[in-house]
C-alpha cells in the first residue's frame, strides 16, 4: 500500500506541468465541444495550470478549484485571460466545503486519473449538484482491449508514484455514486473518452443531505473592490477578473 501526499505531488508537478502536458493537440476541439454543455453554476474540479480555460464557452461565471496551490497559480494567467469570471479555489474533491445542490453543472478534465478515492469524490460532486445536475468529464480510462489495458495497468505501476493512475475505471466510479451516464464519446480509442451523465434520484438518497458546517459563506469578499481574493496569501494580482480565494 503506497501513501503520497498528493498537494505536495501536484505542487511539484506544477513546476513542468505546462511544458510536458499541456499540449492541446487534437484534443481541445473535443474539450470545447463537451464544455459547451455548461450550464447555470459551475464547478470545474481540478483546473490544475488552467489549460481547460480556453475551452470554456465565453460569458459563465466557473468556480475552478484544485487542490495544489503551485497549480492554482500557474492557472492565474488563463483564468484572467477568460472572457468571463473564473474564480480558483483550493479545495480537495473528496471533501467539499459547498451547501448541498449549490451547482447545477460538475466537469472535470483529466482528473479523476490523479483524485485518490474517486468514488467519494463522485459523491460529493453529487451532494453538491442540484437535483438532475449534469456531470461533464473528459477522462482517460482503462482501455477494455486486452492488450491496451495490461499496458495501461502496467504504465501504473510507475504512474501511481507521480499521482496518477492510467487504468480507472471511471464510468463505473460515477456509476457507484449514483450518476446516470448519458452519453460516452471516444476522444482517443476507448482510453480518452467525453462523458455526460447526470445526477439520479437514487443517488440523492444514497447521499446524506445535511453535513453541519458545510453551508455558511462561500467565498471571502475583498473589502477594497469586491473581488474575491486569497487575502491569507496575498494573491491579489489574481484579483482583477479572477482570483484564488478561500472558504471564509
Ligand atoms: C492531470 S492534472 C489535470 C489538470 C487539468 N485539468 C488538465 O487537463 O491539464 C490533475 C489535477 O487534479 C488535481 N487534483 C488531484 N487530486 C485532487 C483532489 N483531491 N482535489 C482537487 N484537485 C485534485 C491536481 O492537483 C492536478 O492539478
Redesign the pocket.
Known amino acids: 500500500m503506497y501513501r503520497i501526499n498528493?498537494?505536495s505531488?501536484?505542487?511539484f508537478?506544477?513546476r513542468f506541468?505546462d511544458f510536458c502536458?499541456?499540449s492541446d493537440l487534437r484534443r481541445g476541439p473535443s474539450k470545447k465541444a463537451l464544455f459547451r454543455g455548461m450550464r447555470g453554476r459551475v464547478l470545474?474540479?481540478?483546473?490544475?495550470?488552467?489549460?481547460?480555460i480556453p475551452h470554456f464557452p465565453p460569458g459563465q461565471t466557473i468556480i475552478a478549484?484544485?487542490?495544489?496551490d503551485k497549480?492554482l497559480i500557474k492557472a492565474c494567467p488563463r483564468a484572467r485571460a477568460y472572457p468571463g469570471r473564473v474564480v480558483l479555489l483550493r479545495?480537495?474533491?473528496?471533501n467539499l466545503k459547498f451547501p448541498d445542490a449549490s451547482f447545477d453543472t460538475v466537469v472535470?478534465?483529466?482528473?479523476m486519473?490523479?483524485?485518490?478515492d474517486p468514488v467519494r469524490?463522485f459523491r460529493e460532486f453529487s451532494r453538491v449538484l442540484r437535483p438532475s445536475g449534469r456531470l461533464l468529464m473528459?477522462e482517460h480510462v482503462r482501455s477494455r482491449n486486452r492488450m491496451l489495458g495490461l499496458s495501461l495497468d502496467m504504465m501504473t505501476l510507475w504512474t501511481r508514484l507521480s499521482?496518477?493512475e492510467m487504468n480507472r475505471d471511471t464510468l463505473s466510479n460515477a456509476r457507484k455514486a449514483g450518476f446516470l451516464v448519458t452519453s460516452v464519446a471516444s476522444v482517443f480509442l476507448d482510453i480518452i473518452l467525453a462523458i455526460r451523465a447526470t445526477k439520479t434520484l437514487a443517488a440523492e438518497g444514497e447521499i446524506p443531505f445535511h453535513a453541519p458546517g458545510r453551508t455558511g459563506t462561500l467565498l471571502k469578499e475583498s473589502k477594497s473592490d469586491g473581488q474575491f481574493v486569497d487575502t491569507r496569501r496575498g494573491l491579489t494580482d489574481c484579483a482583477r477578473s479572477s482570483a484564488v480565494v478561500t472558504l471564509a
Open positions: 498528493i498537494a505531488v501536484w505542487d508537478r506544477a506541468y502536458e499541456a470545474f474540479v481540478g483546473v490544475g495550470t488552467g489549460v481547460d478549484i484544485d487542490i495544489s497549480m479545495a480537495d474533491a473528496r472535470t478534465s483529466c482528473t486519473c490523479s483524485v485518490p469524490a473528459f499521482g496518477t
